[in-house]
T-cell receptor
Framework: DTAVSQTPKYLVTQMGNDKSIKCEQN?????MYWYKQDSKKFLKIMFS???????INETVPNRFSPKSPDKAHLNLHINSLELGDSAVYFC????????????FGAGSRLTVL | GENVEQHPSTLSVQEGDSAVIKCTYS??????FPWYKQELGKGPQLIID?????GEKKDQRIAVTLNKTAKHFSLHITETQPEDSAVYFC??????????FGQGTELSVKP
């Protein structure tokens, strides 16, 4: 069983489109995250939810809107996609907020043409 | 806030050699230092970590050392193998819930 699964793994789309990435964890963790990894491999946190509540919201354009319907799911919706949004987006979870050990998904590679 | 600097950004070694990756941190209150390994096409995975009350920790061919005075910690991989080729990230403890990652080191082990 995959602990943190995200879909789709690859996403190619045109500028201006709206797309979503979904994430699910079966670890029973309370906290979930979205990280963005750019072409230089730098990992930057975007959002974090603890028990469905937003607790971290980094300086991210408001075209990005996370949603957590329950503590096992965290989705990321992106409106009006731009070229600079091209990256690999990683979902992760941890036992609780502030916990040190993160379990990452395999990533979703978004390419905006 | 915490700042983590990681060096080198790329490292190429021959199979069987050792590899060392170093990180420095800024917050002297930091007390937990993990290392993550990211293989091609996968997400980062925790491989080893160390707490501030310990100076060194080993797990088979990998070890982490911590120098709290100098505020740096290092990952040591001995007898490197091709499957060690990956991107390695150090990290500093969650600041307000955020785990701060270093810039990453791309390790290439040549057979």
């Amino acid at each position: 069983d995959t602990a943190v699964s995200q879909t789709p793994k690859y996403l190619v789309t045109q500028m201006g489109n709206d797309k979503s990435i979904k994430c699910e964890q079966n670890l029973g963790h309370d906290t979930m995250y979205w990280y963005k990894q750019d072409s230089k491999k730098f990992l930057k946190i975007m959002f974090s939810y603890n028990n469905k509540e937003l607790i971290i919201n980094e300086t991210v354009p408001n075209r990005f809107s996370p949603k957590s319907p329950d503590k096992a799911h965290l989705n990321l919706h992106i409106n009006s996609l731009e070229l600079g949004d091209s990256a690999v987006y990683f979902c992760a979870s941890s036992q609780r907020s502030g916990a040190n050990v993160l379990t990452f998904g395999a990533g979703s590679r978004l390419t905006v043409l | 806030g915490e700042n983590v600097e990681q060096h080198p950004s790329t490292l190429s070694v021959q199979e069987g050699d050792s590899a060392v990756i170093k990180c420095t941190y800024s917050d002297s209150a930091s007390n937990y230092f993990p290392w993550y390994k990211q293989e091609l096409g996968k997400g980062p995975q925790l491989i080893i970590d160390i707490r501030s009350n310990v100076g060194e920790k080993k797990d088979q061919r990998i070890a982490v050392t911590l120098n709290k005075t100098a505020k740096h910690f290092s990952l040591h991989i001995t007898e490197t193998q091709p499957e060690d080729s990956a991107v390695y990230f150090c990290a500093a403890p969650p600041l307000g819930g955020k785990l701060i990652f270093g810039q990453g080191t791309e390790l290439s082990v040549k057979p």
